[in-house]
């Protein structure tokens, strides 16, 4: 799909080249996102969330090893029954917490991300008019196979987010 926009876009571009010179930029999204101070912020929080969580889980772990040393050392009865039942009631529990984490963590990236994005849209479009671009690619797009490295714009982007949220 990606592919087939590309050739429509070049193909647009290739009938409109006629009337004009077209001036193409890159741009490294990803790249804009990790050294953004908005993207290294982000991360530094989900560097947070991820050691809180690993915590969290650790306790879970250490508990389901007592229950299983536990368990192990009981005999057969209703102390064993028990603590079977504890057992795998602490080890679902550690399965929903992971899965619950996991869900917070992708939606703390995904807002995190949605905010940059946006912010990022009014900062593209000033370097592309100041600059006269008339296409501005993602330089991680899968089929972009080369650019020259004077059409990246990709740190320009980032000074010009950094310098707009530094006041």
């Known amino acids: 799909m990606k592919f087939v926009c590309l050739i429509l876009s070049l193909t647009f571009l290739a009938q409109?080249?006629?009337?004009q010179e077209i001036k193409v930029g890159v741009v490294d999204i990803d790249k804009v996102i990790l050294e953004c101070?908005?993207?290294?912020?982000?991360?530094?929080?989900?560097d947070v969330f991820l050691a809180a969580?690993?915590?969290?889980?650790?306790?879970?772990?250490d508990a389901l090893?007592?229950?299983?040393e536990e368990v192990k050392a009981a005999k057969e009865g209703t102390d064993l029954t028990s603590l079977q039942?504890?057992?795998?009631?602490k080890r679902l529990d550690l399965a929903r917490v992971r899965e619950d984490k996991m869900e917070e963590m992708k939606t703390?990236?995904?807002?995190?991300l949605q905010v940059i994005e946006a912010e990022l849209i009014?900062?593209?479009?000033?370097?592309?008019?100041t600059e006269g671009y008339h296409v501005l690619l993602n330089a991680n797009m899968d089929p972009l196979v080369w650019f020259d490295p004077a059409t990246d714009v990709t740190q320009k982007?980032?000074?010009?987010?950094?310098?707009s949220h530094t006041k």
């Open 16 to 19: 409109s080249a006629f009337s």
């Open 37 to 46: 101070d908005a993207g290294k912020k982000m991360q530094k929080e989900m």
């Open 53 to 61: 969580t690993r915590a969290l889980i650790g306790t879970y772990e």
């Open 65 to 68: 090893d007592r229950l299983d």
């Open 85 to 89: 039942r504890q057992f795998e009631d």
């Open 108 to 112: 703390i990236e995904t807002k995190g």
């Open 122 to 129: 009014p900062i593209m479009e000033e370097i592309t008019s």
């Open 157 to 163: 982007i980032i000074d010009k987010y950094n310098a």
